[in-house]
């Protein structure tokens, strides 16, 4: 499930930079997100178990969305004075901090897991391409949302053993649709022309690259302990690259074909890795769903 989401992710990026021609990126956010609630919203209302959703799964995707719009909001204000480049290796560091916010919640940092994220930073720096110049005010907002990326993953790790996936997913997805507009009518200028213009590549983000793979990530990570989830999720750079080189006719160096090897070693490394669960992995995956 964690492959199909890097893949759907990586093709996302491609049409997303399609869209961003004709509208600004709160006001592409807003759109995709809605796209995705009005997707997953019926059916949770529709289905035929009628409960209501539990305070905690509508608390959690609550929660999931304010750090998901936080993330986005910090890396978008931080592409204003540093690179695509950098901005796309620095967010790719939530590898690395995955496992170090999961420590103190009982998570096992096995060796397996560790060389995995740093084979996947360093396929990442290969793949970035130019990385070169000073520390700038935008290094340091994007550096705040790769954080942020991390505690969502870590989040979700925690909260998707306590709630129903689609109740979290749809919260999430309406708190970060609401946000991002109010965001895009403070700064920006959305426009029905701009939203029909790119309304093919928002079709495909809203379904594929948020109500799917969203959805797909809490339910995966039921099973999955974050790290591992991280450094399978962050392949979404290697398909990024691909799905330029098929849709775009861009093309790759040796050396950015040499990082996604490295980012293919990583997942290999997670994969493969022995990896007993710690007691408290195992009173996640093993509680019941309320």
């Known amino acids: 499930m964690l492959f199909a ?6 093709a996302g990026f491609t049409a997303q930079r399609s869209a961003m021609e004709s509208m600004g990126p709160f006001t592409f956010n807003a759109a995709r997100y809605a796209i995705g609630a009005a997707i997953i919203l019926p059916l949770v209302l529709f289905r035929k178990d009628k409960s209501r959703p539990g305070r905690g799964a509508l608390a959690g995707g609550a929660l999931l969305g304010v750090v998901m719009w936080a993330a986005s909001g910090f890396q978008q204000m931080g592409l204003v004075t540093t690179t695509a480049s950098r901005a796309g290796f620095i967010t790719g560091l939530y590898v690395l901090g995955v496992p170090l916010l999961g420590l103190p919640l009982g998570h096992r940092l096995s060796k397996g897991h560790l060389l995995g994220a740093v084979l996947a930073v360093a396929g990442l720096a290969m793949l970035s391409g130019d990385l070169s110049g ?22 979700v790790a925690r909260v998707a053993g306590d709630g129903d996936a689609l109740v979290l997913a749809g919260t999430q997805f309406v708190v970060v649709a609401v946000l991002s507009l109010l965001a895009a009518y403070a700064v920006e200028a959305p426009s029905l022309a701009g939203l029909r213009a790119g309304a093919v590549p928002l079709l495909y983000n809203g379904l ?17 302990p974050p790290t591992h989830a991280a450094v399978l999720m962050s392949l979404e750079a290697v398909f990024g690259a691909l799905f330029g080189v098929l849709l775009l006719s861009e093309r790759l160096s040796a050396v950015e074909w ?9 997942m290999l490394a997670c994969q493969l890795w022995p990896h007993p669960r710690t007691p408290a992995e195992q009173a996640e995956l093993t509680a019941p769903v309320r």
């Open 134 to 155: 000073g520390i700038v005010r935008g290094d340091l907002l994007v550096l705040f949302c790769a954080v942020l990326w991390a505690v969502h993953v870590v989040l």
């Open 208 to 224: 594929f690259a948020i109500a799917i793979a969203f959805t797909l990530q809490i339910i995966a990570q039921r099973d999955a």
């Open 5 to 10: 989401v890097a893949a759907m992710w990586g």
């Open 258 to 266: 040499a990082g996604c090897g490295l980012m293919f070693g990583g």
